[in-house]
């Protein structure tokens, strides 16, 4: 996390409420957290395992005030990083950017002669790993439900990224509600503009240590919105060549006998990936973006998450906090000779079907 002045960089960041109007605070009560289920914890690396303390040890969560506020003439470029009228940082919007991240955004905004300038009311739905189809449903697209407090010529400033995730994204704020009739803007990862008014929220997440509820009942209301497929148990396979299982096909073999269907979200259209996991009671898969849509499973489903010993997160535990899922992880060393959690696991069939036996998945 960057310091309110660095001074190797030189970045100067200042608080949004220094520069910025608050127009609403909504308070949150805390709320009660229980520890996963971890299988093979004893291999976790002990730097990885502190990270994950917050989120996994901790009784109690505190609750966190949501508040939105309005910003004037600001300049937002590298993932909805904001900066002032004076190229300073609004810390509410550091969300995992590094200090090289941000000094770049800074030097190349003060290098450009002329920013486009958008006129009129935007809300920023923008962060860092906007990309990724966890980050969009549960960290930016909960947001735009805040579109109440504000008035009603506001529009959204959403990523520009990838065909398949545009999809996503387009799909996504469909099923939001949104009216037909709202200003989407959409921005680049390299883009940047100057706003006239922009409105940030600040405190529904902060990944890997606080997801309030709200995130996940936004998630719900989207969930009542589609039909499900009936599937009670389901295997999520990766659609990626990153943090695969190089024996996936004897585990979906098993795993058939138990009664799961696999499917491959990353294969399925928004719709469809909330309707394959609408009726589910019982949902395995490997960390990563496909498991994000246990939080269209049942509540109170048992969840079985397949991680690398090496990969800190605790994002899919928040999400089944307050879903009251049963959720357990496998921990698995990867065949990777320096343990990269992007390398491929070979998961123990036995332990795996020992698991859903005693679990009753």
Same mark, same amino acid.
């Given at each position: 996390?960057?310091?309110?002045?660095?001074?190797?960089?030189?970045?100067?960041?200042?608080?949004?409420?220094?520069?910025?109007?608050?127009?609403?605070?909504?308070?949150?009560?805390?709320?009660?957290?229980?520890?996963?289920?971890?299988?093979?914890?004893?291999?976790?690396?002990?730097?990885?395992?502190?990270?994950?303390?917050? &989120?996994?040890?901790?009784?109690?969560?505190?609750?966190?005030?949501?508040?939105?506020?309005?910003?004037?003439?600001?300049?937002?470029?590298?993932?909805? =990083?904001?900066?002032?009228?004076?190229? #300073?940082?609004?810390?509410?919007?550091?969300?995992?950017?590094?200090?090289?991240?941000?000094?770049?955004?800074?030097?190349?905004?003060?290098?450009?002669?002329?920013?486009?300038?958008?006129?009129?009311?935007?809300?920023?739905?923008?962060?860092?790993?906007?990309?990724?189809?966890?980050?969009?449903?549960?960290?930016?697209?909960?947001?735009?439900?805040?579109?109440?407090?504000?008035?009603?010529?506001?529009?959204?400033?959403?990523? *520009?990224?990838?065909?398949?995730?545009? !999809? $996503?994204?387009?799909?996504? !704020? #469909? =099923?939001?509600?949104?009216?037909?009739?709202?200003?989407?803007?959409?921005? &680049?990862?390299?883009?940047?503009? #100057?706003?006239?008014?922009? $409105?940030?929220? *600040?405190?529904?997440?902060?990944?890997?240590?606080?997801?309030?509820?709200?995130?996940?009942?936004?998630?719900?209301? =989207?969930?009542?919105?589609?039909? &499900?497929?009936?599937?009670?148990?389901?295997? !999520?396979?990766? *659609?990626?060549?990153?943090?695969?299982?190089?024996?996936?096909?004897? !585990?979906?073999?098993?795993?058939?006998?138990?009664?799961?269907?696999?499917?491959?979200?990353?294969?399925?259209?928004?719709?469809?990936?909330?309707?394959? =996991?609408?009726?589910?009671?019982?949902?395995?898969?490997?960390?990563?973006?496909?498991?994000?849509?246990? $939080?269209?499973?049942?509540?109170?489903?048992?969840?079985?998450?397949?991680?690398?010993?090496?990969?800190?997160?605790?994002?899919?535990?928040?999400?089944?906090?307050?879903?009251?899922?049963?959720?357990?992880?496998?921990?698995?060393?990867?065949?990777?000779?320096?343990?990269?959690?992007?390398?491929?696991?070979? $998961?123990?069939? *036995?332990?795996?079907?020992?698991?859903?036996?005693?679990?009753?998945?």
């Amino acid at each position: 996390m960057v310091n309110n002045v660095d001074s190797q960089s030189g970045i100067e960041v200042i608080l949004a409420k220094d520069i910025g109007c608050n127009v609403i605070t909504i308070h949150n009560d805390g709320f009660k957290n229980k520890k996963p289920n971890i299988f093979n914890e004893n291999i976790i690396p002990e730097k990885i395992r502190r990270a994950m303390s917050t &989120g996994w040890d901790s009784t109690d969560i505190l609750g966190r005030d949501i508040r939105i506020i309005e910003l004037h003439d600001v300049i937002v470029g590298e993932q909805g =990083l904001v900066l002032d009228s004076n190229f #300073r940082v609004i810390k509410e919007t550091i969300t995992q950017h590094s200090a090289v991240e941000i000094e770049g955004f800074i030097k190349k905004a003060k290098s450009l002669t002329d920013i486009e300038y958008i006129q009129g009311k935007f809300l920023n739905l923008r962060k860092r790993g906007e990309q990724n189809y966890g980050h969009w449903l549960i960290e930016c697209l909960p947001k735009i439900s805040f579109l109440t407090y504000l008035d009603e010529d506001f529009g959204v400033l959403v990523p *520009d990224v990838s065909s398949q995730m545009n !999809l $996503v994204i387009d799909t996504s !704020l #469909r =099923l939001s509600g949104a009216s037909s009739d709202l200003m989407i803007m959409k921005m &680049g990862k390299n883009d940047i503009k #100057r706003f006239q008014t922009l $409105v940030i929220i *600040d405190g529904l997440t902060n990944h890997g240590t606080y997801m309030a509820p709200q995130a996940v009942q936004f998630n719900n209301r =989207l969930r009542d919105s589609v039909q &499900g497929a009936g599937l009670q148990k389901v295997l !999520l396979l990766r *659609d990626s060549p990153h943090r695969g299982i190089s024996n996936v096909d004897h !585990l979906t073999s098993v795993l058939k006998d138990f009664g799961f269907t696999a499917i491959t979200p990353g294969k399925l259209n928004f719709d469809e990936q909330i309707s394959a =996991l609408k009726d589910a009671d019982s949902v395995i898969g490997v960390m990563g973006a496909e498991m994000t849509n246990i $939080v269209y499973a049942n509540e109170g489903a048992k969840i079985l998450n397949i991680a690398p010993a090496s990969m800190p997160d605790t994002f899919f535990h928040f999400i089944s906090v307050h879903k009251t899922h049963l959720y357990n992880e496998f921990r698995c060393e990867t065949e990777s000779q320096d343990q990269n959690r992007n390398s491929s696991m070979h $998961v123990d069939i *036995d332990n795996i079907c020992e698991i859903v036996r005693n679990l009753s998945f």
